[in-house]
């Protein structure tokens, strides 16, 4: 268990709609990563933020957002959601902003139908 | 750009049969070298971070080197529960984000 938690687990929808991907980091860590991993593809990175701040952008859709809160648990929006969005989306989470190691959650599963 | 390949792409072992993973990669400045290790439908499981060539570093049957421009894990004895995709990624730079390799799929048969 890394202490990165994410919920849900599994989300299931259909095309069009919008979800919202919830992420709690390890305590003490100030930094939340986002990652997209679909079966023709490795993990992608898609967006940081350290301390409530977005710190870097990667392969981000527009239709994508994120943010971080006060208490350091981060959100990513989806939305007008296509087939080829469905992928495995992990949370990583790291002590500061550019150091080494990140934890990665479990991941939310989602299925655009 | 920052780019990671790693080989084999799928490997099949004995239980037993000792062998090496490799990890290539062609960064700008390399602040660090990280393997992870995932299970199918879970979270990559950090394993190892190298930060300079001639780094070792070793966990169980997993030993992980580094020269300047690639990385090898070797297992020694593997079993089958060391069966996973095992993931490579860089760091170039302080601040600079992950660039993650493709994974080379590991099965080690009983």
């Known amino acids: 268990d890394s202490g990165v938690t994410q919920t849900p687990k599994h989300l299931i929808t259909a095309t069009g709609q919008r979800v919202t991907l919830r992420c709690s980091p390890r305590?003490?860590?100030?930094?939340v990563y986002w990652y997209q991993q679909s079966l023709d593809q490795g993990l992608q990175f898609l967006i940081q933020?350290?301390?409530?701040?977005?710190?870097a952008k990667g392969n981000i859709l527009e239709r994508f957002s994120a943010q971080q809160f006060p208490d350091l648990h981060s959100e990513l929006n989806l939305s007008s959601l296509e087939l080829g969005d469905s992928a495995l989306y992990f949370c990583?989470?790291?002590?500061?902003?550019?150091?080494?190691?990140?934890?990665f959650g479990p991941g939310t599963r989602l299925t655009v139908l | 750009e920052d780019q990671v390949t790693q080989s084999p792409e799928a490997l099949r072992l004995q239980e037993g049969e000792s062998s090496s993973l490799n990890c290539s990669y062609t960064?700008?400045?390399?602040?660090?070298l990280f393997w992870y290790r995932q299970d199918p439908g879970k979270g990559p499981e950090f394993l190892f971070t190298?930060?300079?060539a001639g780094e070792e570093k070793e966990k169980e049957r997993l030993k992980a080197t580094l020269t300047k421009k690639e990385s090898f894990l070797h297992i020694t004895a593997p079993k089958p529960e060391d069966s996973a995709t095992y993931l490579c990624?860089?760091?170039?730079?302080?601040?600079?984000?992950?660039?993650f390799g493709p994974g080379t799929r590991l099965s080690v048969l009983p």
């Open positions: 933020y350290y301390n409530g701040e977005e710190r």
């Open positions: 190298l930060y300079s």
């Open positions: 990624a860089v760091q170039a730079n302080y601040g600079q984000n992950f660039v």
């Open positions: 305590s003490g860590d100030l930094s």
């Open positions: 960064v700008s400045g390399l602040r660090g």
């Open positions: 990583a989470s790291s002590v500061s902003a550019g150091t080494d190691t990140q934890y």
